[in-house]
């Protein structure tokens, strides 16, 4: 009521013409006074949605939000008395930008590649009921108020065993390829918050889980640990950092670790756990330093291999551990970790280990974390923990187990009414397990019990990390590899004796899954890659560790298949940071500004330091579709059915109400229109339908009988190319680097001779075989 429209050449529906008469509708409101008239007429040019032209709608709302207006005491100098008026903000737009990226997927299928065939549940998890009122104290008070030694002084003198959980990161990681959206995370958090608050920490962040934010589910990380941390103000946070790698697989230079985790802290993080895939101490004690700085508690964490109990084992023996954890201790720690990232820890082995660093170490936390690939991980978490373990990571019944840590209800129920009993209440374990369970139907195309029914003790044999595990095999059915995972597993076992049997964690299990996979896509043995060394294109990754890039291993690097594949290749020599020049940050944050405008926020500078092409991918994507994570997780992966309503809430108070109509006929232009009724109103989308214009371009394959033709080792997308027609090139030259699913392949040059041409150019995706280029 009070508003009035005066049509001019505009009407609901209107196509305008490029000759448009420049007044499209006046609009009129009146009210009881004038800033209720002011107040109607801004909500009424708020609710206007015309497309392809300007208008003056952004002009006139800051008009009408100028208190001298509202006033009614204007003159003919208001304009040019009030310059801030032509501060215009730009709508979000995000009704057409989501309808847009529905549109996308509805054409072109899931904009996260989705491993199997199995489908999204469509049915949402209920939450479970929290009681009103703010949540009970946790340890995070006697953290806030007694500082780290504080509350390492605490959990030490505890009662009981604690227990860490880590449905939040690890369990969905190590089972869903860390695939689960903070949208799932937030509406289950208030119910732990209230029920879990006895719980040593929650781990919720770090690891794969920050790139994987950007990279696949197209969220802020940081925005993630912002929310969470609103949500569950009582219990101690905790994320894993790769010591001098941050959230990275490589190194940084020193200054870009501090300042990450000085805005971890600021954003409500609390303990960080700290490893090195290489259990190399110079990249430990930097990431120590560096979260300590930043006022956290200081987790060391002794990455985990081989079997302690074994004799036979004898390059990571029980001596060995306990020098590497006198050093953690000697650099400052607060806690000391044992992590068994693949589950090789063996009951006898677990309390061999354990019970050597208390008696070592009696006033030192001990925490234990292990996965449950074989089956055996509740029995080495119990073993751990009557040796003198004060805390062990478990998930929730239904995302534990497997490639997962072992289950919380049977640690809570196990310990019941002992020495050990942990305090949480088993009826909320139970209703947490519930919500998971519908939950982890969301993320079944991920779910690795797509191909692995039960836990396998052949984990002992290949020692696939657990939170690698469905990584690599999402990786391998992206490489056409699906049906030969088995074929993977073994390699990997092949790999690691190749590169010298390494400690495996990220980045060094990718590192030995990329050669894996290499070796399966390109049918070779551990023989043959050792004796061809020297003419073949490695994957990226494990010609930089060979290099040095991530730090020295345990034993050195293997000789000589490291002299083979590097040639004349620089190496670096000692800790990898040190040589590199500290980050400028102020130029950065001023190049993304002029990229991206003045909303980059500090946290956004920090995820450009991390992931250079990952957070610009992640903007181009959030310009185009807008956010995203208002939109159900089914809708969200595979996009609405024809003919399906739903409704999507952009804040509390704006909810769309969408059905999806129908999608044109392929136009000439490789275009779709896909139409939508948006609040009773049609709406269409022009969408580029990338599959149909792929089956309508061919791309040759290379002749492996012609010498001079290059062509693709594994399915990718061309990342960067090396070389120009008419340019000589050497034997073993780089041509080009291709990338599938974070592992980079730099293709080398099989001949010398010239350019003679090339096929491909960036961001074209690729065949296996594809033709690359061809040499003279």
């Known amino acids: 009521m009070g508003i009035r429209l005066d049509s001019a050449s505009a009407f609901q529906g209107a196509v305008i013409s490029p000759h448009y008469d420049s007044l499209l509708v006046k609009v009129i409101a009146h009210g009881k006074d004038h800033p209720t008239a002011a107040s109607k007429l801004s909500r009424a040019l708020a609710e206007f949605r ?32 009030h310059p801030e008026l032509f501060n215009l903000r730009p709508g979000q737009n995000r009704a057409q930008k989501l309808l847009h990226y529905l549109g996308h997927v509805m054409v072109n299928g899931p904009t996260t590649p989705l491993p199997v065939k199995a489908r999204p ?76 608050s006895r719980l040593f920490s929650i781990e919720n962040w770090g690891g794969a889980t920050f790139d994987v934010a950007m990279r696949f589910l197209y969220e802020c990380p940081w925005q993630r640990l912002q929310e969470l941390r609103e949500l569950i103000p009582n219990i101690p946070f905790q994320m894993l950092l790769r010591g001098a790698n941050a959230v990275g697989y490589t190194n940084y230079p020193d200054n870009a670790v501090f300042r990450f985790c000085e805005a971890a802290k600021e954003n409500g993080m609390d303990i960080f756990r700290v490893f090195d ?26 990455s985990y291999t081989g079997d302690v109990a074994d004799p036979s084992r004898t390059k990571y023996t029980l001596n060995y551990y306990l020098q590497l954890a006198d050093q953690l201790v000697k650099a400052g720690t607060h806690i000391l970790c044992i992590k068994d990232m693949a589950g090789l820890l063996k009951p006898q082995a677990s309390e061999l280990l354990v019970g050597a660093l208390r008696a070592r ?6 925490h234990v974390h292990t996965h449950d690939t074989s089956g055996a991980g509740v029995a080495a978490l119990l073993a751990a923990a009557n ?27 196990c310990t019941r009414g002992t020495a050990l009993d ?101 049918g070779l043995s551990r023989a043959d890659v050792e004796a061809q060394a020297e003419d073949l294109s490695f994957p990226l990754s494990v010609v930089e560790f060979l290099q040095g890039h991530i730090g020295i291993p345990h034993g050195g690097f293997p000789e000589p298949f490291r002299s083979k594949v590097l040639k004349d290749l620089p190496r670096v020599e000692g800790r990898p940071g040190a040589s590199l020049a500290p980050l400028d940050f102020e130029a950065l944050e001023a190049e993304l500004r002029s990229r991206h405008g003045d909303d980059i926020t500090p946290e956004d500078v920090l995820s450009a330091a991390m992931y250079p092409q990952v957070f610009e991918e992640f903007k181009a994507f959030t310009a185009a579709f807008g956010p995203v994570e208002c939109l159900d997780t ?36 490789g275009q779709r229109e896909v139409f939508f009724e948006l609040n009773g109103q049609l709406r269409s989308i022009l969408v580029k339908d990338t599959r149909a214009m792929k089956e309508m371009h061919f791309h040759p394959k290379a002749l492996k009988d012609v010498k001079g033709q290059v062509g693709a080792p594994m399915p990718g997308k061309v990342v960067d190319i090396k070389v120009a027609p008419g340019q000589v090139v050497a034997k073993g030259q780089p041509l080009c680097v291709l990338s599938a699913m974070k592992m980079e392949t730099v293709v080398n040059s099989p001949v010398a001779g010239t350019v003679k041409a090339v096929h491909v150019q960036p961001d074209m995706s690729l065949e296996g075989d594809d033709l690359i280029l061809e040499i003279e």
């Open 50 to 81: 015309i497309r392809g032209v300007k208008t003056n709608i952004p002009f006139l709302q800051n008009v009408l939000s100028n208190g001298q207006f509202l006033r009614g005491t204007v003159d003919t100098q208001f304009i040019d008395e």
């Open 121 to 196: 549940s469509p049915v949402d998890p209920v939450e479970p009921t929290v009681p009103m009122g703010p949540p009970p104290s946790g340890l995070r008070e006697v953290l806030l108020r007694e500082g780290p030694e504080g509350f390492a002084r605490a959990v030490r003198e505890h009662r009981g065993l604690l227990l860490m959980d880590t449905t939040f990161r690890d369990a969905h990681q190590s089972l869903l390829a860390t695939r689960v959206r903070t949208r799932d995370l937030k509406r289950v958090a208030p119910f732990v918050a209230h029920s879990f």
């Open 277 to 302: 895939s290489l259990n190399y101490l110079p990249n430990m004690v930097l990431g120590m330093e560096a979260a300590g700085r930043a006022g956290g508690v200081v987790e060391a964490a002794i």
């Open 361 to 366: 170490f009696p006033t030192l936390p001990l």
């Open 387 to 413: 040796a003198g373990a004060d805390v062990v990571d478990v998930a929730v019944d239904a995302m534990s187990g497997m490639t997962s840590q072992p289950s919380m209800g049977a640690m809570v129920a």
């Open 422 to 522: 942990t305090g949480l209440p088993l009826e909320r374990v139970f209703d947490y397990s519930e919500y998971w369970e519908a939950a982890r139907g969301l993320y079944a195309p991920f779910d690795c019990t797509a191909t692995m029914k039960s836990g396998n003790a052949d984990v002992y044999e290949n020692e696939i990390p657990g939170g690698q595990y469905t990584n690599l095999h999402f990786q391998a059915h992206s490489m056409g590899l699906g049906n030969k995972f088995k074929q993977v597993k073994k390699a990997y076992v092949e790999a690691n004796q190749i590169l010298g049997d390494l400690i495996k964690v990220t980045p060094s299990s990718k590192i030995v899954g990329d050669l894996a996979q290499f070796m399966v896509q390109n």
């Open 634 to 669: 089914r809708l969200f992966l595979e996009g609405p059915k024809i003919a399906e309503e739903f409704e999507v809430e952009l804040e509390r108070g704006k909810t769309l109400h969408i059905k999806a109509l129908a999608l044109g006929d392929l136009a000439r232009g």
